[in-house]
């Protein structure tokens, strides 16, 4: 009997421009779509067999920016996803999109596929931080995305927000949220910046061009963000997401519940609970490699102690927690001691709560998470 929820993740590596926090990779060679997205349907084709082992009831076009397909890719893509695994399994259909893309036509030509869930990467309601972020949109075309999806009929809307931005204050952040909630999203995204290698972003950091915001003011951005949410009626529910009732991501719970997941796509990333695979960060060599129907990811082999440790750092991101029952059937008796022996002077300073069987981050816990996660994990000395 087929019962695990598996994931199909679909990465478009294209953008207008590149936001100067991303390191995700992408292209703005749009002159390349074309043959991208017959590349996909050849990968697809090539790993039929892998569909064929749980049923996809999940689908997520990400990016990138999955908005600069037009309604021809899209019938190319959706044909080749329905010959390897069954329409009748998906549950939850998810694109990523810009709302510069959202005009109230392209809404309507999303509704003639699948998609029940849009992902809006709006980052902030304030010009001047998109023009930093460099992101290509205005306020105001993020708020009429938003109500074009309702008019079209598409109103399982997430917002992605981001905060923590260079000279932010707490009343702009509080500005955002109250924005935000008053468009009433079913679900909200919302990550501090962070300055990744490679990125302009970290270059302007190096340089002195820019400052980081000071820790006590994220925490308090941070807190507000809980505190804002949860009265509205909001389930945090992951640390940085928060749903209504019965909107939570599915796609993205099966990456923090240890779900398996195939990525298909230029530098898309799979997980079978044995290994983990990517494809190459290169369009042109992608699209080579599915001509001569040849794909050479990389491969990593996942051993007792990594899965362990992927187990507890995904498990504690989510409210329910880490389920020592789960953990003990899955890395055994002495494994789950350690986990416990490691927790406990979290759970006497009232970091973590051990409560029915599960250890979860309290309030508190959440802002400290990273120190936590890494004391529990697993370290083999003999390394």
Same mark, same amino acid.
Request: proline letters at 3%.
């Given at each position: 009997?087929?019962?695990?929820?598996?994931?199909?993740?679909?990465?478009?590596?294209?953008?207008?421009?590149?936001?100067?926090?991303?390191?995700?990779?992408?292209?703005?060679?749009?002159?390349?779509?074309?043959?991208?997205?017959?590349?996909?349907?050849?990968?697809?084709?090539?790993?039929?067999?892998e569909?064929?082992?749980?049923?996809?009831t999940?689908?997520?076009?990400?990016?990138?920016?999955?908005?600069?397909?037009?309604?021809?890719?899209?019938?190319?893509?959706?044909?080749?996803?329905?010959?390897?695994?069954?329409?009748?399994?998906?549950?939850?259909?998810?694109i990523?999109?810009?709302?510069?893309?959202?005009?109230?036509?392209?809404?309507?030509?999303?509704?003639?596929?699948?998609?029940?869930?849009?992902?809006?990467?709006?980052?902030?309601?304030f010009?001047?931080?998109l023009?930093?972020?460099?992101?290509?949109?205005?306020?105001? $075309?993020?708020?009429?995305?938003?109500?074009?999806?309702?008019?079209?009929?598409?109103?399982?809307?997430?917002?992605?927000?981001?905060?923590?931005?260079?000279?932010?204050?707490?009343?702009?952040?509080?500005?955002?949220?109250?924005?935000?909630?008053?468009?009433?999203?079913?679900h909200?995204?919302?990550y501090?910046?962070?300055?990744?290698?490679?990125?302009?972003?970290?270059k302007?950091?190096?340089?002195? $061009?820019?400052?980081?915001?000071?820790?006590?003011?994220s925490?308090?951005?941070?807190?507000?963000?809980?505190?804002?949410?949860?009265?509205?009626?909001?389930?945090?529910?992951?640390?940085?997401?928060f749903?209504?009732?019965?909107?939570?991501s599915?796609?993205?719970s099966?990456y923090?519940?240890d779900?398996?997941?195939?990525?298909?796509?230029?530098?898309?990333?799979?997980?079978?609970?044995?290994?983990?695979?990517?494809?190459?960060?290169?369009?042109?060599?992608?699209?080579?490699?599915?001509?001569?129907?040849?794909?050479?990811?990389?491969?990593?082999?996942?051993?007792?102690?990594?899965?362990?440790?992927?187990?507890?750092?995904?498990?504690l991101?989510?409210?329910?927690g880490?389920?020592?029952?789960?953990?003990?059937?899955?890395f055994?008796?002495?494994?789950?001691?350690?986990?416990?022996? $490691?927790?406990?002077?979290?759970?006497?300073?009232?970091?973590?709560?051990?409560?029915?069987?599960?250890?979860?981050?309290?309030?508190?816990?959440?802002?400290?998470?990273?120190?936590?996660?890494?004391?529990?994990?697993?370290?083999?000395?003999?390394?």
């Amino acid at each position: 009997m087929r019962v695990i929820m598996a994931g199909l993740y679909i990465h478009i590596p294209f953008c207008k421009r590149r936001c100067v926090y991303c390191d995700f990779y992408s292209n703005t060679d749009m002159s390349l779509k074309n043959q991208y997205v017959e590349a996909l349907a050849c990968e697809m084709r090539a790993r039929r067999d892998e569909f064929l082992k749980e049923p996809v009831t999940t689908l997520y076009f990400g990016g990138g920016t999955p908005s600069q397909l037009d309604e021809s890719d899209f019938v190319r893509v959706f044909r080749v996803i329905s010959e390897v695994c069954s329409p009748s399994d998906w549950k939850e259909i998810t694109i990523e999109a810009n709302p510069d893309d959202l005009s109230l036509d392209y809404i309507r030509m999303l509704k003639r596929f699948p998609f029940n869930r849009i992902s809006i990467g709006v980052q902030s309601f304030f010009d001047a931080d998109l023009s930093f972020l460099n992101r290509r949109h205005t306020v105001a $075309q993020a708020i009429e995305a938003v109500r074009n999806c309702r008019a079209a009929g598409l109103d399982n809307i997430s917002i992605d927000l981001m905060y923590g931005l260079p000279g932010q204050t707490l009343e702009q952040w509080n500005e955002n949220l109250s924005v935000a909630l008053h468009l009433k999203p079913r679900h909200l995204s919302c990550y501090h910046l962070t300055y990744e290698e490679g990125t302009t972003l970290y270059k302007r950091l190096r340089t002195g $061009q820019i400052r980081e915001v000071n820790e006590e003011d994220s925490v308090a951005m941070f807190s507000l963000l809980i505190d804002r949410l949860r009265e509205a009626g909001y389930e945090h529910y992951e640390i940085s997401n928060f749903a209504l009732a019965g909107f939570r991501s599915q796609h993205n719970s099966s990456y923090w519940h240890d779900k398996p997941y195939i990525g298909i796509g230029a530098s898309a990333h799979s997980y079978n609970r044995q290994s983990r695979q990517w494809n190459v960060s290169d369009i042109r060599e992608y699209i080579r490699q599915a001509r001569i129907g040849e794909f050479n990811p990389e491969k990593e082999i996942i051993d007792e102690d990594t899965r362990y440790n992927d187990a507890v750092i995904t498990a504690l991101r989510t409210s329910e927690g880490l389920s020592l029952l789960r953990l003990e059937h899955c890395f055994g008796k002495e494994r789950t001691e350690y986990c416990v022996e $490691q927790a406990k002077p979290f759970i006497a300073s009232g970091k973590l709560i051990l409560e029915n069987g599960n250890i979860r981050l309290s309030r508190s816990g959440i802002f400290v998470s990273d120190s936590i996660m890494s004391s529990l994990m697993f370290v083999d000395d003999k390394d």
